[in-house]
């Protein structure tokens, strides 16, 4: 009846739970995501019973695309990107930015394509529709959705079910499609204004070779956007104005007919704009920022859209294979000699494609390439020592030279003395226990890889992943097989004391969904399982650390970022979005519990339940996680909206803890920290309680208590822990209770064959952390500590704490100034 009764009561708790999630409102991004999979559900069985669905898929975007153009054909294209621009792009109204997720830059960017190309020949006809621009715009939508499923439909028909690539192939063509810029507008504008006006020889071969900088070019088209802004701006207030108005003029009869008729007037300048209100002159620019009227002339021609004989239809398929030539000529002329930017976030990006394609055949190519790889060298070590404070550190802008071995005899002898091939290493930053492999690669995806190249995806992602990678795991091979490493001028770097290493390939470029698909490249024979490296781009790395309150998060976040499960069971379109995910829940990958306890044979034979919750993990996508952050940064930047707090990592009980040992000092406080904080909530909850449960109920002896716990949820042995908290006694001398502390712990970890353990001492008299012991020995256990092992709890008396993942309680909110 007992077992009955349970099963009854388990029932229930599921059935309540079921309830409370139908209650629960949708996050907005996953209702796109459902209804983008929705509409493609219901293409692809319209075209399943086709005999050739490719063909048949082409056909209808042919249909799709001659339609668009026949209606395109009626407008003006400038004014109709422009109502585009205003109905599909989020707008803030006077406040910081929205999030919409109808608001997609590749709707407005596709519209403008596809008119440009349907244009006459004597440019922007406009020849006129029964529909007005605001009538036609929102039906387009619905369109553009059509077709760009259709195209994505029409990949998927074509793809080889061999082809290893293919999925990568489809992060890359997604990525040019969807993603303008993951990095905020401000950051990637400062890194293009580094990369080509802080070398002066860059600097002066482009204002040789085309007249103006970088600087000229970035004052240049944010002046035609803040143009077209304003513009919009004046629109709006004189609508809202005459509106106004109109209805205060209201009496039994109506609203004055003059005032109303000149409200009408505003709305359909609002909406039906002339072209001067929605465009920039050459003159307007020149006058805005300072600059000659030739100069701006100049720029407008070097980044001007020039579609040449392109059909829509050409354009269309290149648009949605990645070839987008928006993407470096952003600016659109129009008969009239005005100019209009589809959107800003194609300003930092247009700039650096262009400008290195222009160096690439200048004298100054190789100085820029040293001047690019030494900013980013010089920006991932400012970024990691915030988040590894007192770190040691070689490589960067200095140059990090070490020996490997030159040939396979040497590699078999075994001797670091004796290797005679000299490499290259960009960050080795050692904190205690702790390793930190950095490689830098500031080279990007070509323009081959981002149309779908598959071949030079491979050789591009070989450069970029793979040979950094391979760079970062040499140096750990060499610090995990030999112990140290031999630097050129500094001899034998003794290492036999680290036990953590992380190996990390930072990019110049936002590489988005493609760096965040690590099981993909594994798939792919890009990365080997035994060596996955986090690819980051700066810009992320940046604001990761940025956003890091402890730096026991930021490696907490190393380490399961970095297991190869991930990726396999989280998508997400962006990093940000896995580190905010990992803020909110952990990123927490449940292991096999028989590998687990293969592991850890103290562990007790698997439950039913452990082995179904493992098989019953389902790949996640993690929809954006963002908003909260840009509105953080855009209120940071603007000083507009205090109430936008910054992006904390969920409540962790032992926080305090972590922040102790890292104030005080000790010995492996980073290392120390992260376990700590890899605990659920109840789980630190209850370890966070440990010692005042210790101190309030001392032995009636006189000796001291302690608590135990092993830390273990991985399946790598070397990564389990021994957790300790002890009591010290009035009457023990202190150093008495340091060896006896450190000869348990010893003791116990050489039981239960872990390789790292910690204990925390608290006296009883002030009922304060004492003292921290921090053993990391994997020697054997020496003769004089070998009768403690008669003494000790068997090991499967023990009740491990496993790394899990974190609870759902958040901090309460605070207004505080970080």
Excluded at 355 to 367: A, G, Q, R, Y
Excluded at 390 to 401: D, K, L, P, Q, Y
Excluded at 576 to 586: A, I, N, P, V
Aim: charged share 25%.
């Amino acid at each position: 009846m007992k077992g009955k009764s349970r099963r009854r009561a388990a029932r229930k708790q599921r059935q309540k739970q079921a309830r409370l999630a139908e209650a629960a409102p949708f996050d907005v991004h996953t209702l796109t995501v459902l209804d983008s999979l929705t509409a493609m559900e219901k293409l692809i069985q319209s075209f399943t019973p086709s005999d050739d669905p490719a063909a048949s898929i082409g056909a209808t975007i042919d249909e799709a695309v001659n339609q668009l153009v026949a209606d395109v054909r009626q407008f003006d294209t400038l004014r109709l990107v422009e109502v585009a621009r205003l109905m599909f792009l989020p707008s803030s109204f006077g406040g910081p930015p929205v999030s919409a997720l109808d608001a997609v830059a590749a709707h407005v960017e596709l519209l403008a394509l596809i008119a440009l190309a349907a244009e006459g020949p004597n440019g922007f006809s406009g020849s006129g529709s029964n529909l007005s621009t605001t009538e036609f715009v929102p039906a387009a939508k619905s369109q553009l959705d059509h077709l760009m499923h259709l195209s994505q439909l029409r990949v998927m028909a074509t793809t080889k079910p061999t082809d290893k690539l293919a999925m990568i192939s489809t992060y890359v063509r997604g990525n040019e499609v969807w993603m303008r810029s993951t990095s905020y507008a401000d950051v990637a504008e400062a890194t293009v204004h580094s990369l080509f006006e802080d070398c002066p020889e860059v600097r002066q071969a482009l204002l040789a070779d085309l007249g103006f900088s970088a600087a000229d070019v970035l004052a240049v088209l944010q002046s035609c956007h803040d143009i077209q802004i304003a513009k919009l701006n004046t629109r709006m207030q004189a609508m809202f104005e005459s509106v106004d108005i109109a209805m205060n003029s209201t009496t039994e009869t109506g609203p004055d007919p003059v005032l109303r008729d000149a409200a009408q007037e505003q709305f359909s300048a609002m909406w039906e704009p002339a072209i001067e209100t929605v465009t920039a002159g050459i003159e307007e620019i020149a006058a805005a920022t300072g600059q000659p009227a030739d100069r701006v002339s100049a720029i407008v021609d070097q980044f001007r859209l020039d579609l040449g004989t392109s059909t829509p239809a050409e354009v269309t398929d290149d648009f949605m294979a990645g070839r987008n030539p928006l993407r470096t000529h952003p600016v659109l002329v129009h008969d009239s000699g005005r100019i209009m930017l589809p959107h800003s976030a194609l300003i930092a990006g247009a700039i650096k494609e262009n400008f290195e394609e222009h160096l690439k055949s200048s004298p100054v190519w190789e100085t820029y390439r040293k001047h690019r790889g030494d900013l980013l060298e010089s920006r991932t070590r400012a970024a990691l020592e915030k988040v590894l404070p007192g770190a040691s550190h070689r490589g960067g802008t200095e140059r990090f030279e070490y020996f490997i071995p030159a040939t396979p005899k040497e590699q078999t002898a075994g001797d670091p003395a004796k290797y005679t091939k000299r490499v290259e290493g960009d960050h080795l930053f050692l904190l205690d226990d702790v390793a930190i492999v950095v490689e830098d690669k500031a080279n990007a995806l070509s323009a081959l890889s981002r149309g779908g190249k598959v071949n030079r995806i491979r050789t591009d992602l070989t450069s970029i992943i793979s040979k950094a990678a391979e760079q970062a795991g040499r140096l750990r091979d060499l610090i995990e097989g030999d112990g140290g490493v031999r630097v050129e001028g500094e001899g034998w770097v003794d290492l036999t004391h680290i036990r953590e290493i992380h190996t990390i390939t930072v990019s110049l470029d936002d590489l988005s969904s493609v760096a965040t698909a690590t099981a993909e490249f594994v798939r792919a024979g890009l990365l080997a399982p035994e060596n996955i490296c986090w690819t980051v781009s700066i810009h992320d790395l940046e604001l990761i650390t940025e956003l890091i309150d402890r730096p026991a998060e930021f490696l907490l976040y190393l380490r399961r970022r970095r297991n190869p499960q991930v990726t396999v069971l989280y998508s997400a379109p962006d990093e940000l979005d896995l580190f905010l995910y990992f803020f909110e829940s952990g990123l927490w990958v449940e292991p096999d519990p028989d590998q687990e306890r293969a592991a850890f044979p103290f562990l007790p034979e698997p439950k039913p339940a452990q082995r179904r919750r493992y098989r019953g993990q389902a790949r996640s996508l993690i929809t954006s996680r963002t908003d909260p952050l840009d509105r953080w940064h855009d209120a940071k930047l603007n000083g507009a909206d205090a109430s936008a707090l910054k992006p904390t990592m969920v409540e962790a009980p032992l926080a305090p803890l972590a922040d102790l040992l890292h104030t005080q000092g000790v010995y492996g406080w980073l290392s120390i920290g992260a376990t700590l904080l890899s605990g659920a909530f109840e789980a630190q909850r209850k370890l966070a309680g440990s010692a005042q449960r210790l101190l309030s109920e001392p032995r009636s002896d006189g000796q001291g208590r302690s608590l135990t716990w092993p830390v273990t949820g991985t399946v790598e042995p070397a990564e389990g822990w021994l957790l300790v908290w002890a009591t010290h006694p009035p009457h023990e001398s202190l150093a008495k209770a340091h060896k006896r502390l450190a000869g348990y712990l010893k003791a116990k970890k050489h039981q239960l064959s872990l390789p790292r353990a910690v204990a925390f001492l608290y006296d009883e008299a002030t009922r304060q952390l004492q003292h921290v012991q921090y053993d990391s020995d994997i020697g054997p256990l020496p003769d004089e500590l070998k009768p403690w092992l008669g003494s000790l709890q068997p090991p499967e008396a023990m009740h491990p704490i496993r790394q899990s993942a974190r609870g759902r309680r958040r901090r309460k909110a605070k207004r505080v100034a970080r």
